[in-house]
């Protein structure tokens, strides 16, 4: 089983619509998780941290389950320029002191006008 | 805007030669990562240093690449001799902590023919 698995896509959603990313995670141990997004052959860019209790920044609201190791991205009214590929990103103890930063393959996302 | 920088930002190269990459980190960052992205294994986990100590380079083939944090504002990957599947872009990541993100620089898009 992957580390961090999403569905890579693509979603092709038209303008103003709400379209939801779901990630998954095999690490219990897992203590800190991001979204991040990257545009065609750019670096990847943090979109924002992931709380348990839920948080929001404009039109993004993130959602993380520890229970079910799971987490979401919901993105409202979706603008062209939310076409990109969306990252899960999960921190998380390795062991013998290390630390990883795991990266899902991505969800590409294309707005329609 | 804070940035890591990175360089060489293309490189084409040899088989057999050696390649060396840079990256700045942000000034204060303490964590830095060292990430290849193919389309095939997206986002992979070369390395990872925190305060210049090597911490995990589990991800790197040990026969041929090697990373190290000679002070605080650089950090190199050495790939010798270079081949052909070691074709990718490379990205350097710093942070301050793990619950704050990390930063990407843009990348060393490396061609080996």
């Known amino acids: 089983r992957k580390e961090v698995e999403q569905d890579p896509g693509p979603f092709n959603v038209p ?5 939801a990313f779901n990630c998954t995670y095999s690490n219990s141990a897992s203590q800190s998780f991001f979204w ?15 709380y348990s209790s839920g948080n929001e920044d404009g039109r993004f609201t993130a959602q993380l389950n520890r229970a079910s190791q799971y987490i ?9 320029s939310d076409s990109a590929t969306y990252l899960c990103v999960v921190f998380a103890y390795s062991g013998a002191g290390s630390y990883q930063l795991t990266f899902g393959k991505g969800t590409k996302l294309s707005v329609i006008p | 805007d804070a940035r890591v920088t990175q360089t060489p930002r293309h490189k084409v190269t040899e ?8 990256c700045q980190p942000i000034l204060g960052h303490n964590t830095v990562f060292w990430y290849r992205q193919t389309m095939m294994q997206g986002l992979e986990l070369l390395a990872y240093f925190r305060n210049r100590a090597p911490l995990d380079d589990s991800g790197m083939p040990k026969d041929r690449f090697s990373a190290e944090m000679p002070d605080a504002t650089l950090a190199t990957l050495k790939i010798q001799p270079s081949e052909p599947r070691d074709s990718a872009v490379y990205f350097c ?18 061609t080996v023919v």
């Not at chain 1, 303008?15 to 379209?19: C, K, N, P, Y």
């Not at chain 2, 088989?15 to 840079?22: A, P, S």
């Not at chain 2, 301050?96 to 993100?101: F, I, M, S, V």
Request: glycine share 12%.
């Open chain 1, 15 to 19: 303008e103003g619509a709400t379209v």
């Open chain 1, 36 to 50: 991040y997004r990257q545009d065609c052959r750019k670096e990847p860019k943090l979109l924002m941290s992931v």
């Open chain 1, 72 to 80: 979401s991205l919901l993105i409202r009214d979706s603008k062209l």
């Open chain 2, 15 to 22: 088989m057999g030669q050696e390649v060396t990459m840079r």
């Open chain 2, 93 to 110: 990541a710093s942070g301050p902590g793990q619950n704050y993100g990390y930063t990407f620089g843009s990348g060393t898009r490396l």
